[in-house]
Antibody, heavy 119, light 108 residues
Framework: QVQVVQSGADVKKPGASVKVSCKAS????????IHWVRQAPGQGLEWMGWINPDSGGTNYAQKFQGWVTMTRDTSISTAYMEVTRLTSDDTAVYYC????????????WGQGTLVTVSS | SYELTQPPSVSVSPGQTARITCSGD??????DYWYQQKPGQAPVLIIY???KRPSGIPERFSGSTSGTTVTLTISGVQAEDEADYYCQSADSRGTYWVFGGGTKLTVL
């Protein structure tokens, strides 16, 4: 069965970077785009961008261009999302989600990773 | 830019029908999708391509479209339906995704 498992919660200081992992299993990793979505405490869902695990190509929401990087390691079916220059505004639960094929929606989600930015 | 607008909250009594709207200029040209999110959990897809239900989603959940507004309808609301609901769409090239602000459904 399809599973998407993320790394555990993390606490970072302002100005630091954080890298969240998203390990997929139960399907061919390179056949489905992986998206990243974040949710600040008490707030809604915010789309960040996607990575094509096959080519490594990426597409970021304008807001995140230049300080968020999405990568993947096909040998271990894992996608990564790194946020640099963290501020308290980046405190959020970060989700990875698989894009359905065909379709422009998300059929499987990771459990979420809470990143807390605090001095 | 693509924006989707939802009411912040909707309240209904058990057994009644809840309707949650989502408005956006992109909606007449693109499919819309709906997710349910309960506290502390990841979102779950409940409607895709305007009005289709994934396997395992109860029939009481349905979707409809009318111009720039799409509607999630929950017929015969149950206590377990209390959650946040988000609409979502994407541009035609698949390069930009957007979520509505979310609607908190309260079952009185």
């Amino acid at each position: 069965q399809v599973q998407v498992v993320q790394s555990g919660a993390d606490v970072k200081k302002p100005g630091a970077s954080v890298k969240v992992s998203c390990k997929a299993s139960g399907y061919t990793f390179t056949d489905y785009f992986i998206h990243w979505v974040r949710q600040a405490p008490g707030q809604g869902l915010e789309w960040m961008g996607w990575i094509n695990p096959d080519s490594g190509g990426t597409n970021y929401a304008q807001k995140f261009q230049g300080w968020v990087t999405m990568t993947r390691d096909t040998s271990i079916s894992t996608a990564y999302m790194e946020v640099t220059r963290l501020t308290s505004d980046d405190t959020a639960v970060y989700y990875c989600a698989r894009q359905a094929v065909p379709g422009n929606h998300f059929d499987y989600w990771g459990q979420g990773t809470l990143v807390t930015v605090s001095s | 830019s693509y924006e989707l607008t939802q009411p912040p909250s909707v309240s209904v009594s058990p057994g009644q029908t809840a309707r949650i709207t989502c408005s956006g200029d992109v909606l007449p040209n693109q499919y819309d999708y709906w997710y349910q999110q309960k506290p502390g959990q990841a979102p779950v897809l409940i409607i895709y391509e305007d009005n289709k239900r994934p396997s395992g989603i109860p029939e009481r959940f349905s979707g409809s479209t009318s111009g720039t507004t799409v509607t999630l309808t929950i017929s015969g609301v149950q206590a377990e339906d209390e959650a946040d609901y988000y609409c979502q769409s994407a541009d035609s090239r698949g390069t930009y995704w957007v979520f509505g602000g979310g609607t908190k459904l309260t079952v009185l």
